[in-house]
Every structure is written in structure tokens, then in C-alpha cells.
DNA sequence: ACAGACTATCTATAGATATAGTTAGTTGGC
DNA sequence: GCCAACTAACTATATCTATAGATAGTCTGT
């Protein structure tokens, strides 16, 4: 399970609230990993009890109180630990590919529409990957300038070049996948005959 | 929820027991959609008593006896259904990218062990699914013979190629992920210093 | 002073998934 | 006749995840 890592990354920054962390998981984090907050709050509250962070009550407004969350020694070093460890790959549950196999069960018309699906989500996505990047080289993500703040200067290019990587892999993956429903696109053509090109 | 839907999509071609298809599971669907034995039978009862599928008992040896299920009419409506609506994008949840969105926190070795480990995984997918595409071609894979053989002649043309289409898409994927590691490895190299590089 | 938007947290529930068993019959080889 | 490997099915448990909604305080503008 990835969830407290993410988390610990993130306080690795700075201490936050869970209010904070859940909208930090709709904005940024939010293209590699997803979570609500119904599962963000038990688990802070699950990691501070395992001694990963430390609970600081914080007063807000006249009667208000939130919860603010640091990440301790230990955090960091189950963070690192989880980063020195191999990846776990988990196993194949593909949607998308799985309907893939059965296209022949609809007609072409319902099948370009899968495609044509399939094209605009990852071309939507890479567009938000590319503004990401853009963001990470203009000096202007703000995650990014909080985390550089607290880093040596020595490992600072390494950290930016990283998270550019990262969206880089991301961006490829998307245009791979973008070729693909083109290709699906002109198959169902094809199969279809030629009469029905361009419907 | 797809599991279902990957039974039914098996049960289109023959009558199956619980075993039977948690076994294909291990095998060919696996590379799309994995589930283990203790998801499968109890939904395959859940299926039953939705009308979606019948049971059969059928005697096995003397004493013996295991439960075929047979999909329904029903359950091929089910099914068709399934493949005209448009497929769900589940959220993001990605441990690799998130992993190396933060490689600065591990040693060049480390960072380069983990990249390695991503090109082995996909290599091995990426031959595993041309193995697959060359029986398909061939003729030698079981399961397609046996659709093909319940396909009226028309429409067989079309059942072959949307499957090797979808496993060209998954190589595809793995290609990209292969030249992403790659790019790791040197961008590795290039931020720990001239002096480790090949290393 | 109040509305409306936002911040903050928590709960309930249902369903999905992974892991690790248990039980029992069958088949084939030695 | 027995063992090993396989077939068949089921159970238990823990965790993960999604969806929805409840509660309550704060802040801003009118």
C-alpha cells in the first residue's frame, strides 16, 4: 500500500492537516495517486499511533481546532526505507484493454466511440502533465519550491530533474496510448468496410 | 466492477466450471485481469442468482461432483450491455511514478536498481504478449479456436484482430515503460557524475 | 446580522482485493 | 495399495477503496 507513502512524502515538505494533505490529492499527487478523504484521516491518525507522526493540536479562529500532522525520524526513515525498497508490481486489471478484446461484440459506431474516448482522456491528461512540467521548469510549482527550500543545494537539480522525469514518463505513456485508439480508430474502419470510412 | 465481466466474457465461449476459470485466469485473461479463486466462485454464485449465468451440476468420477456454469441469455444481454457502455476511468494509482517522482531520497545504485527492475518487468510482459499475438496469428491458441468455431464466418475476421490489436496496444505500453527505464538509467548517470556512469 | 463558500473532521456502509488457509475427491505412476 | 499432483470448492480475515453524508466552525461580502 502506497497511500501513507504518498503521504509521508508530502509531509516530508512541510507539517499539514489532513484538510490540507486531501486537497493536495486533488491537485498535484493527484495524477499518480488518488485518494478521498474518508481514507486520508484514518490513516494519519493511524501512522501518528505507529509513532510515524506527530499529532500537533493547532487552534484557528476563536473556538476552531485543527490537527496538524509532522513527519518524525522514523517517518522519514520508513519513507526512505520504502523508497530503497523494489517496487511491488501489482497484477493486471486493465479495463480498457479487457473491452478492447471484445470489440467485435458492438457495432463499429459504439466501438469509435470507445476509441474516441480513450483518445480525449489520455490527450486530456497530457496536456495536464505538460503544464505540470512547464510549472516544474518555470520555478513556479509551489509544492516544489517549498520541498527545494528545505533541500541541500547540492541535491536540488536531482530533485527537480526527478519530478520532470516523472512527468515525462507519464506524458509518453499517454501518447502511447493515444496512438493506440488511432489505430483502433482505423481498424474499425477497415473491418467495417470501406463504406462506412469516416462515419 | 469488471470481474464479471471477464466471466461472462469467458462463459460466452463454453460452459466453465469455478475451476476452470480461475485457472484461465492464471493464464491467458491474467495478462488484463487477474482475480484469485476466492473472488471468482462466490461471484459466480452471485451471478447465478442474478439469473445471469446457469448452474449445472455435473457428476465427476464416482463420487465427485463439480458445478458448471453456463452464461444465459440474460447474461449475454449483460454482457453486451457492459461492452456498449463506455469504459469508467478509474482514478490514478500508480506506485512506480510516485516512487520516482522521488529517486533524489535514494543512492544513484539504488535509484538505477529500481529503473532496471522496471524495464525486466515490462521486457518480460512485452515478450509474454508477442508469444501471445504469434498464437493468435497461428492458430494455435485454444481459447480463440474455440470462439472462433461458435463466431459465424463473418465475423471472425473481426474477433482476430481486435485481440491482436489489444495485445499490440499492451506491448506498445511496455515499449514505452522499457524506453522510460532506459532514460532513467542515464539520467541516473548523468546527475550522480561522470565518474560513476556505467557503473 | 446573515448568507454562502470554504475549512475541518468524522462516520457509515458497501464492495473489492489479497492472502492464506481448509476439506475432499480424482488420477496416474510406482 | 499408496503417494503425489491435481481438481474442486469453500472460508476467514484483513485491508483497501468508493460513495455519501453528517457536523461544526470560519471567513467574506452585503
Given at each position: 500500500m502506497s497511500l501513507r507513502y504518498a503521504l509521508l512524502a508530502l509531509l516530508a515538505v512541510e507539517p499539514m492537516t489532513?484538510?490540507?494533505?486531501?486537497?493536495?490529492?486533488?491537485?498535484?499527487?493527484?495524477?499518480?495517486?488518488?485518494?478521498?478523504?474518508?481514507?486520508?484521516?484514518?490513516?494519519?491518525?493511524?501512522m501518528a499511533k505507529e509513532g510515524l507522526l506527530r499529532a500537533e493540536?493547532?487552534?484557528?479562529?476563536?473556538?476552531?481546532?485543527?490537527?496538524?500532522?509532522?513527519?518524525?525520524?522514523?517517518?522519514?526513515?520508513?519513507?526512505?526505507?520504502?523508497m530503497n525498497a523494489p517496487v511491488?508490481?501489482?497484477?493486471?486489471?486493465?479495463?480498457?484493454?479487457l473491452k478492447a478484446a471484445y470489440l467485435e461484440w458492438?457495432?463499429?459506431v459504439t466501438a469509435r466511440k470507445h476509441?474516441?474516448?480513450?483518445?480525449?482522456?489520455?490527450?486530456?491528461?497530457?496536456?495536464?502533465?505538460?503544464?505540470?512540467i512547464a510549472g516544474l521548469r518555470a520555478?513556479?510549482?509551489e509544492m516544489l519550491n517549498k520541498r527545494l527550500a528545505a533541500t541541500p543545494e547540492a541535491d536540488?537539480?536531482?530533485?527537480?530533474?526527478?519530478?520532470?522525469?516523472?512527468?515525462?514518463?507519464?506524458?509518453?505513456?499517454?501518447?502511447t496510448e493515444i496512438e493506440w485508439g488511432k489505430r483502433g480508430l482505423k481498424l474499425?474502419?477497415?473491418?467495417s468496410g470501406p463504406s462506412l470510412q469516416g462515419s
Open positions: 489532513g484538510y490540507d494533505l486531501a486537497k493536495r490529492f486533488e491537485s498535484s499527487v493527484a495524477f499518480v495517486w488518488h485518494a478521498p478523504d474518508s481514507q486520508i484521516y484514518p490513516e494519519l491518525r493511524k493540536e493547532v487552534s484557528w479562529g476563536q473556538r476552531g481546532k485543527k490537527t496538524q500532522y509532522r513527519i518524525s525520524q522514523e517517518g522519514r526513515a520508513a519513507f526512505r526505507e520504502w511491488e508490481y501489482s497484477r493486471e486489471r486493465d479495463p480498457v484493454h458492438t457495432e463499429p476509441m474516441q474516448a480513450h483518445i480525449d482522456y489520455h490527450t486530456l491528461r497530457r496536456d495536464q502533465w505538460a503544464e505540470m520555478g513556479t510549482n536540488r537539480r536531482r530533485t527537480i530533474e526527478y519530478k520532470i522525469f516523472t512527468y515525462e514518463g507519464l506524458i509518453a505513456r499517454a501518447e474499425i474502419d477497415s473491418l
